[in-house]
């Protein structure tokens, strides 16, 4: 995931943190301070676009704080990324809402574990 002011102000060659144990130092959303135990991923997105060009652009998703859900093993060369702004905590559970995805190019280095950041370049957006 990542913070809609952070890809707004993103350049060709800006790289961007999509998941990692400081994502809410390197996510800046609209909505406010993400809570520093969210690391990038979601575990439950309510609704994501299933054709070309977008049905859906926008919804809410659940997760829980710190290392879950459980990170993917691998991540492609490039990827669509859901770009949110608004993360919130409540209890063990975080929530928030997005409104757009776009591509990342991945950079070597992303590992399933928080202190082995995913990291990439924007090279295209799907959602407006």
């Given at each position: 995931?990542?913070?809609?002011?952070?890809?707004?102000?993103?350049?060709?060659?800006?790289?961007?943190?999509?998941?990692?144990?400081?994502?809410?130092?390197?996510?800046?959303?609209?909505?406010?301070?993400?809570p520093?135990?969210?690391?990038?991923?979601?575990?439950?997105?309510?609704?994501?676009?299933?054709?070309?060009?977008?049905d859906?652009?926008?919804?809410?998703?659940?997760?829980?704080?710190?290392?879950?859900?459980?990170?993917?093993?691998?991540?492609?060369?490039?990827?669509?990324?859901?770009?949110?702004?608004?993360?919130?905590?409540?209890?063990?559970?975080?929530?928030?809402?997005?409104?757009?995805?776009?591509?990342?190019?991945?950079?070597?280095?992303?590992?399933?574990?928080?202190?082995?950041?995913?990291?990439?370049?924007?090279?295209?957006?799907?959602?407006?």
């Amino acid at each position: 995931m990542l913070g809609d002011a952070t890809v707004s102000s993103a350049t060709a060659n800006s790289t961007v943190t999509w998941w990692g144990d400081t994502w809410w130092t390197a996510n800046r959303l609209s909505g406010g301070i993400a809570p520093d135990s969210f690391k990038g991923f979601a575990a439950d997105v309510t609704s994501l676009p299933r054709t070309t060009p977008a049905d859906v652009c926008g919804a809410t998703f659940l997760t829980r704080a710190g290392n879950s859900p459980p990170p993917t093993a691998e991540v492609p060369s490039y990827m669509g990324v859901v770009v949110a702004s608004t993360v919130a905590k409540a209890g063990s559970g975080v929530n928030g809402v997005w409104g757009r995805i776009v591509v990342v190019k991945t950079n070597p280095g992303y590992a399933p574990g928080p202190g082995h950041p995913g990291r990439g370049t924007i090279v295209a957006s799907f959602c407006p």
